[in-house]
């Protein structure tokens, strides 16, 4: 990340800035290991398939490696800030294009609101315990709004620095946590007999140790800042799906073999509702000041993450104010460092508003605004790495390409499995969502107003705006004209 270059115009964002760890780095941040391991793996353990959540991480991890071995091949030829959208509009063409960039859109900037509102409650929670303050959660969401804000105005290297600082602390206090289990209490073998793996909610296991894996996508996203994204994006999310698989793996079995394999969903039920599974464990095995330790670093985690998925959903907005979907604005770059600064304000503005909505209605901010938000982002985003998988598939039977395993066996299989995950995440949103509440189970209905609003605006597009109907998919070759990018028969020949 050393050496960059300051783009020319105000509609281009830094060049030759992320290099694969730095691309590791935003992702592994929106994946936020700390605020998973506290989250996800307990409600997987207590409502999924119990002591074998450990096989539930691994499963997903290699279906992801499977979807990324077509992504690979799709990012060699591909460079471009709008990601899977991307993808969808050069593999299934325009108006599916369009319905996927919607959805990323909703899907991000709503997940992220979410993210704030979680953030705000966690800083009350801590700043309460430790100091006894009573700030509302309202007002420590605005503020990480600010310095937020603050921090993409000084661009995304600035941002990797910090998220590497807060990934290496999180991922540390884990790691000394398993560790621990390991040596003082041992790990148990049995996590990986198949009669543990498939016993229970199977399907909804593998729905949550989805879920940890949200925002590997990103990598895509941050090609046009990347050195050489031809091998760095690639590599990037091939050390990104694997390292989330292993240390989610890992972790989920400390926590099991902590709490023992056959009483494993029993003790994390216990312990659902007031979500302190990992927290007892750590008060067992590192002791209060460690576990003071671990408090205060899931404010970290959940910040890195935010921080991380704000500049993923900046990218989308930039990518559809470039080709005129959304105002050509949203497009502006700070000329200092390329940072997309108005879609940065824009997407910190929606979220302001929502935590206003919500704190002044006096909502609360876990139940209801985490809820609905993170749960709706966390479908649209799921929904979106599937149409991007059928979009590999299709984009190189199109051009018929040879290679089967990499860009039609693999990458199908991928999608499949990905399928079977936004099914399941459908039908189980409720539990993804962490909420019984009737409005917010009716949210998944959104994706059809995505569906038809999407394929409507593109037939408007074709008859009243053919040129910026043209842009969707010229857009795409931007990157090409610079010499970056393949075309498909060259990366056939050099695969």
Same mark, same amino acid.
């Given at each position: 990340?050393?050496?960059s /270059?300051?783009p020319?115009?105000?509609s ?5 800035v992320?290099g ?8 592994l941040a929106?994946?936020?290991?700390l605020t998973?391991?506290? $989250? ?6 207590a409502v999924?398939?119990g002591? %074998?959540?450990? %096989?539930?991480f691994?499963?997903m ?8 071995v ?10 471009h800030?709008?990601?899977f959208y991307?993808f ?9 294009g369009?319905?996927a ?17 979680t ?7 801590v700043?309460?315990t430790f100091?006894?303050l009573?700030v509302?959660w309202m007002?420590w ?6 310095v937020?804000?603050l921090?993409?105005r000084?661009?995304?290297a600035?941002?990797?620095k910090?998220?590497?600082?807060s990934?290496?602390?999180?991922v ?6 398993d560790f ?15 009669s543990i793996v498939?016993?229970?909610?199977? %399907? ?5 140790a989805?879920?940890?894996?949200? =925002?590997?996508e990103a990598?895509?996203?941050f ?14 999310t ?6 989330? %698989? ?10 099991i073999?902590?709490i ?6 029993a003790?994390?039920?216990k312990h659902?509702?007031s ?6 464990i ?6 209060d ?8 670093l899931? !404010?970290v ?9 704000h ?6 907005l930039?990518?559809l104010?470039?080709?005129?979907i959304l105002p050509?604005?949203?497009s502006? /770059?700070r ?5 997309? $600064? ?15 909505v919500?704190?002044v ?16 982002g966390t ?8 149409l ?6 299709v ?16 990458p =199908? ?10 099914v399941?995440a ?6 993804v969502a ?8 009716q !949210?998944?209905?959104?994706l059809?107003?995505?569906l ?6 593109a037939?408007w ?10 842009a ?11 010499g ?7 990366a056939?020949?050099t695969?």
């Amino acid at each position: 990340m050393s050496s960059s /270059t300051i783009p020319e115009g105000r509609s281009a964002l830094a060049k030759n800035v992320l290099g694969v760890w730095g691309i590791v780095f935003l992702v592994l941040a929106a994946v936020a290991p700390l605020t998973a391991t506290i $989250v996800v793996t307990p409600l997987g353990i207590a409502v999924g398939n119990g002591g %074998g959540m450990v %096989g539930a991480f691994l499963i997903m991890m290699v279906v992801l490696l499977l979807f990324a071995v077509g992504f690979a091949q799709m990012s060699k030829i591909l460079v471009h800030a709008g990601g899977f959208y991307a993808f969808v509009v050069k593999g299934l063409g325009r108006p599916m294009g369009l319905v996927a960039g919607f959805i990323a859109l909703i899907g991000y900037n709503v997940f992220v609101a979410g993210a704030f509102g979680t953030m705000g409650f966690f800083m009350w929670l801590v700043t309460n315990t430790f100091f006894g303050l009573n700030v509302p959660w309202m007002i420590w969401s605005l503020i990480a709004i600010v310095v937020v804000f603050l921090l993409s105005r000084r661009g995304i290297a600035v941002s990797v620095k910090i998220l590497m600082v807060s990934l290496v602390l999180e991922v540390a206090i884990i790691l000394v946590m398993d560790f621990s289990v390991l040596f003082q209490s041992g790990f148990s073998f049995e996590v990986f007999n198949p009669s543990i793996v498939f016993t229970g909610s199977i %399907g909804v296991a593998l729905l949550f140790a989805a879920t940890g894996f949200l =925002g590997f996508e990103a990598t895509a996203l941050f090609s046009e800042e990347a050195k050489n994204p031809n091998r760095t994006v690639p590599r990037a999310t091939y050390i990104a799906v694997a390292f989330i %698989g292993l240390f989610a793996a890992f972790t989920a079995w400390a926590i099991i073999s902590a709490i023992g394999v056959a009483t494993a969903q029993a003790e994390s039920i216990k312990h659902l509702s007031s979500g302190d599974l990992v927290f007892t464990i750590a008060h067992k095995y590192l002791g209060d000041a460690l576990l003071d330790v671990m408090m205060v670093l899931l !404010l970290v985690s959940i910040f890195a993450s935010l921080l991380a998925l704000h500049n993923a959903a900046t990218r989308y907005l930039f990518a559809l104010g470039r080709v005129s979907i959304l105002p050509k604005r949203l497009s502006h /770059t700070r000329k200092l460092n390329g940072a997309p $600064v108005v879609a940065a304000s824009v997407q910190l503005a929606f979220v302001a508003v929502v935590i206003l909505v919500y704190g002044v209605a006096g909502l609360d901010p876990i139940a209801v605004l985490t809820a609905s938000m993170v749960g709706f982002g966390t479908l649209c985003i799921l929904t979106l790495q599937m149409l991007a998988a059928a979009s590999i598939v299709v984009y190189f039977r199109r051009v018929k390409d040879v290679r089967l395993w990499k860009t039609l066996i693999a990458p =199908g299989l991928g999608g499949l499995g990905l399928l079977v995950i936004v099914v399941l995440a459908i039908f189980n949103f409720p539990a993804v969502a962490g909420s019984d509440n009737v409005i917010i189970g009716q !949210l998944p209905w959104l994706l059809l107003v995505v569906l038809a609003g999407g394929l409507w605006l593109a037939s408007w597009l074709r008859r009243s705006r053919p040129g910026t109907y043209a842009a969707l998919e010229d857009d795409l070759e931007n990157f090409d004209q610079l010499g970056i990018g393949k075309s498909a028969t060259d990366a056939a020949k050099t695969a």
